[in-house]
C-alpha cells in the first residue's frame, strides 16, 4: 500500500511539474497586454485567485523593496535580484521581482514603433484646404486607396463608385480626377501617380524652371521609353542635342534628383498598428558609468483570498473523519488553492526568468548600450544567455519573443540583439565594411560581389559571394551593374 501511494505522488509531482513548464512557456511568450488579458480570464477561472486591492497594497508596503532594489545595476549583471525573503505564503511574490514604479514615478504608455503614416499626413493637410464635404469625402477616398509606396493603382471610375456605393454622394469619374489632382499637389511630391512616369513629371513640375528641367521633363514626356532602355544616343538625336547634356540632366536631374517611391519615406500602416510597451528599461548613470536595467510591472498582483486560505488551513487541520459532503467540499478547496498557489509561483518565475534574460543580455552587450552605436553589438546566440541563467535555450527563445526595452535612444527589440558571429564579429560590423567599401569604390568601376567578397575576406571575414549578395540586398546597395549604370 505504501508503495503504490508513493507512486501515485510521484506522478502528481510529475503532473504539476509539468503543468508548471507548460504554463511557464504560456507566459514567457506573451507581452504584457496579453498578459493582462491572459490573467483576467486566470482570475474568473480560478476561484481561489484574486488580484489585491490597492489598500492592500497600501497595508504589504513594507514587503515592497523600493525602485533600486528592484532594478539591476549591471556591475552584478547575471546575479538574482530580490532573493527570497524567507515567507512561506506565495502571495504577490513576483511583485518583489517586477514592480518598479513609486507614486511619483513617470508612467511610461505604449510606445509606436513608428511615426505618423503617410495617409495621415496627407489627411493633415487636406483639412487646412478649402474642400466642400463632397470634394473631402472624395479625397479621403483617394488617399485611402494609396498604396504604401505612395501610388493609386484604382481609376478614378472605381473609386467613384465607391464613393457613390459606400459613401452615398453621387459622384462621377471626373469629379474623381479633379480631385486626384488635389492629393497629388501635396507633399511630398509625387504621391497618388498612376506610374513612375506621372510620378517623376509630378516631381519636375515643382523644380525651379531652368533649361535642365526642361530638358529633364521632355525626356520623361516624350522619350520615357528609351529612357527606360538607357538608349541615351536615341534621345540625344531625337531631341537634337548632344549625349553628354543628355547624361548629364538623366544623371543630375532624374536619377538623383527624383524618388519614384515617394511613399517609402513613411511607415507602412501594417507597421503603425503595432505598439508596444517596453518591458525593460536600461538606464545609464553616466557619472559611475553604470547601466540600471528595470523590468516594468504592468501586471496586477495576485493573491489567494482570504476565504480559501482559511478554509483550507481548516481541511488541513480536521482530522480524518470526515462526511462524503466534506470531504468533496475539502477536495474542491484543495484543488482551487493548489491551482491558485501554482499560478502566482508561475508568474513569479515568468517575470524572474525575464528579468534575468534581460540582465544576461545587457551584460553581454554592454558597449552598445553605453554608446548606443550598433557596430559596438557583438555576436550572440540564445545558447549563450541560456547557459548564462540556467535555463533551457528554447526558454529564453520565449522570454525574448515580442519583448521591447526601453533605452535613451529609442524602443529596441530583444531579438535584435542575437545574431550570428562572423569570425569574432557581429554582422553589424560586416554590414558597416561592406557599404564602406562600396562608398569608397571608384564608381565608374564599381565592385562586384565576387569583388566584394575578396576584399572582405582580406579583411578577415570568411564569407561566401551568396551571403555577401544577402547583405548587400539587405543594405538596399543595387548589384554593381545597376550602380554603374546610375553614375554614368
Not at 176 to 181: D, G, H, S, T
Not at 385 to 410: E, F, H, T
Request: hydrophobic content about 35%.
Amino acid at each position: 500500500m505504501a508503495k503504490q501511494e508513493l507512486s501515485l505522488e510521484q506522478k502528481q509531482t510529475q503532473r504539476l511539474a509539468l503543468e508548471q513548464q507548460r504554463m511557464l512557456g504560456q507566459m514567457l511568450e506573451k507581452n504584457d497586454a496579453e498578459m493582462t488579458e491572459f490573467i483576467d480570464n486566470k482570475v474568473n477561472e480560478i476561484q481561489a485567485l484574486e488580484k489585491k486591492t490597492d489598500e492592500e497594497d497600501e497595508m504589504g508596503g513594507n514587503n515592497e523593496p523600493d525602485r533600486d532594489s528592484r532594478a539591476a545595476n549591471n556591475d552584478n549583471a547575471g546575479d538574482t535580484v530580490g532573493a527570497d525573503n524567507g515567507d512561506d505564503d506565495t502571495m504577490a511574490w513576483y511583485r518583489y521581482f517586477a514592480n518598479n514604479r513609486s507614486t511619483d514615478d513617470e508612467y511610461h504608455g505604449p510606445t509606436a514603433v513608428s511615426e505618423k503614416t503617410m495617409q495621415e499626413v496627407l489627411l493633415d493637410q487636406l483639412r487646412e484646404m478649402e474642400l466642400d464635404e463632397t470634394q473631402h469625402i472624395i479625397a479621403q477616398t483617394i488617399v485611402g486607396n494609396l498604396e504604401d509606396n505612395g501610388y493609386l493603382r484604382r481609376s478614378a471610375a472605381e473609386i467613384a463608385d465607391d464613393v457613390t456605393f459606400n459613401d452615398g454622394y453621387y459622384v462621377d469619374a471626373g469629379q474623381v480626377e479633379e480631385m486626384i489632382k488635389v492629393v497629388q499637389s501635396l507633399d511630398p511630391a509625387g504621391i497618388a501617380a498612376r506610374d513612375v512616369r506621372e510620378c517623376i513629371l509630378l516631381q519636375l513640375q515643382r523644380k525651379d524652371r531652368n533649361e535642365q528641367i526642361e530638358i529633364a521633363t521632355t525626356i520623361i514626356d516624350k522619350y520615357f521609353a528609351e529612357l527606360a532602355a538607357m538608349r541615351l544616343d536615341t534621345i540625344a538625336h531625337k531631341m537634337n542635342l548632344d549625349k553628354a547634356t543628355v547624361e548629364n540632366v538623366v544623371k543630375h536631374y532624374i536619377r538623383r534628383g527624383i524618388n519614384p517611391y515617394p511613399g517609402n519615406a513613411f511607415t507602412s500602416r501594417a507597421d503603425t498598428i503595432q505598439q508596444v510597451t517596453p518591458d525593460f528599461d536600461v538606464e545609464l548613470d553616466e557619472e559611475n558609468e553604470r547601466l540600471i536595467v528595470t523590468l516594468r510591472n504592468n501586471i496586477p498582483a495576485l493573491q489567494i483570498s482570504e476565504s480559501y486560505s482559511l478554509l483550507n488551513s481548516r481541511y488541513k487541520q480536521a482530522g480524518s473523519e470526515l462526511s462524503v459532503k466534506e470531504a468533496k467540499e475539502k477536495k474542491q478547496i484543495q484543488d482551487a488553492y493548489q491551482r491558485a498557489s501554482m499560478f502566482i509561483e508561475v508568474l513569479k518565475q515568468r517575470q524572474e526568468t525575464l528579468f534575468n534574460t534581460m540582465n544576461a543580455i545587457v551584460k553581454c552587450q554592454r558597449d552598445y548600450f553605453m554608446s548606443g552605436d550598433e557596430r559596438d553589438l557583438k555576436p550572440l546566440g540564445q545558447q549563450q544567455i541560456a547557459d548564462m541563467i540556467g535555463k533551457d535555450v528554447s526558454v529564453v527563445s520565449r522570454a525574448v519573443s515580442n519583448k521591447y526595452v526601453q533605452l535613451p535612444w529609442g524602443v529596441k527589440s530583444l531579438r535584435s540583439f542575437f545574431s550570428e558571429g562572423i569570425n569574432g564579429a557581429s554582422r553589424h560590423e560586416v554590414y558597416d565594411d561592406l557599404k564602406k567599401l562600396v562608398d569608397g569604390e571608384d564608381k565608374a568601376h564599381p565592385l562586384s560581389d565576387d569583388a566584394l567578397c575578396e576584399r572582405l575576406k582580406a579583411m578577415g571575414y570568411q564569407l561566401e559571394r551568396r551571403t555577401v549578395a544577402k547583405y548587400r540586398d539587405q543594405l538596399d546597395i543595387p548589384s554593381s551593374t545597376i550602380r554603374r549604370k546610375m553614375n554614368k
